[in-house]
């Protein structure tokens, strides 16, 4: 029986015809690229198809040779030094790295959702309101634990804002757009970030801590979440540092008494008392908030089944027992296309486990995450039918927006930022 790796294999040997795709940007090494889903001064993002996985990707790409990239390349390899330490469900997958000699492709995991900014922005259009605070609590402990991943390891991001923020179909979030984040614990001294997102100590060029700006700009996304605007939003840039640093904003009187008291323990000019991630959780406006998506755990304890979903592809035996066998590798850039399908078989396995964990756990409904799981199940991994449907019924604080038939926006598209060339997902 002829398998996908026997398929792939043949159209590799056309040596020409696979030259002429790369040429017309139809091809990368195992991916087949679609269509851009958006595009900026120095690289563009393509919409990717593993051919023996058949798993959507984000394939950004930039062109080395461009007058002015070198920053982008060098933003981008920073990025991928970075993400190589992070594994959480909250945070973006990177999968694998490919450089030729004109250009740098960054295979990253696709979210369909759009960014959380845009998805305030839509409902601030729609709705002429924000999110409730169930709703706002539901993202938040995701971000929250997400930061707590990253400052574990050291990393810290250094810009937070709903616009990095993207969303998958079932409301879970990931974190990216690393361009500018910093392997850290000590003070920095260069000055990055959104403006309207910056702490008063960026603003006045001090040194300063990268954990302690993470948390300044969870408190500004926060009260975004449940206003639609940000605390120091103002006209220009002077007028947003003149606020940020006269502490010059106010809590709108919607807000309960207890998200009050909670922003305004986070959103404090000195550094060092601003509440602490393991604070917010003890706190009661976050207190009872649970994030349904687990912790990834090892990459070994899912072996057996990514050796399952390799072998189908008609991978040689002796590959996929070494690459298995090798695991998933921190630290080191996945530059070959093995790699990437080991990384990818393995996220599509994680995801598939915490939604059986996910369903496992009983009939619940949770006010504080808004999510729901169907009674025990069988203990094999939810097959892609079941794991669609389980996804459109898992978000039901959000079942009345009429976005899409499973919350979804049908017109999601990426944005790059045109002065850095990063990437952003918007709706």
Known sequence: MTTPYDILQTELKQTQKIV??????????YYKLRGVLGKGAFSEVKLGLHCLLNEKVAVKIIEKGKHGCQTTVTMMRQEVSVMEKLSHPNIISLFEIIETLDKFYCIIE??????LFSYLKRKMKNMRSSITEDQARFFYIQIVDAVEHMHKMGVVHRDLKCENILLASDKTIRIADFGISALSTGLLKD???????????????????GTFMDLWAMGVILYQLVDGLTPFAARDLPGIRTKILSMDYTIPKKFSP?????????????????????DMRKHCWLAD???EQLQKEGSHVYDDPVKSALAATGLPEAIVHEVVET???????????ITGSYRIALHITQANYLFNQMRNKGPRFSIATGSISAGPGGGSLLNPTDLSKF?????????????GEDGSSDDSEFEIDESSGKCCSVM
Request: aromatic share 8%.
């Open 20 to 29: 002429q795709e790369v040429k017309d940007g139809k091809r990368i090494g």
């Open 110 to 115: 696709y979210v369909n959702g759009g960014c």
């Open 191 to 209: 000055f990055c970030g959104t403006p309207t997102h910056c702490p008063p100590e960026l603003i006045q060029m001090k040194p300063y801590y």
């Open 258 to 278: 207890e998200l009050k008291d909670f922003i305004e323990k986070i959103i404090i000019e000195e550094p060092s008392e601003r509440m602490s991630i393991a």
């Open 289 to 291: 908030a649970e994030n």
């Open 327 to 337: 695991g998933y590798q921190r630290g080191v850039e996945p530059k070959d296309s």
């Open 391 to 403: 996804r459109k019924n898992s978000v039901l604080l959000f079942e009345e927006e009429g976005d």
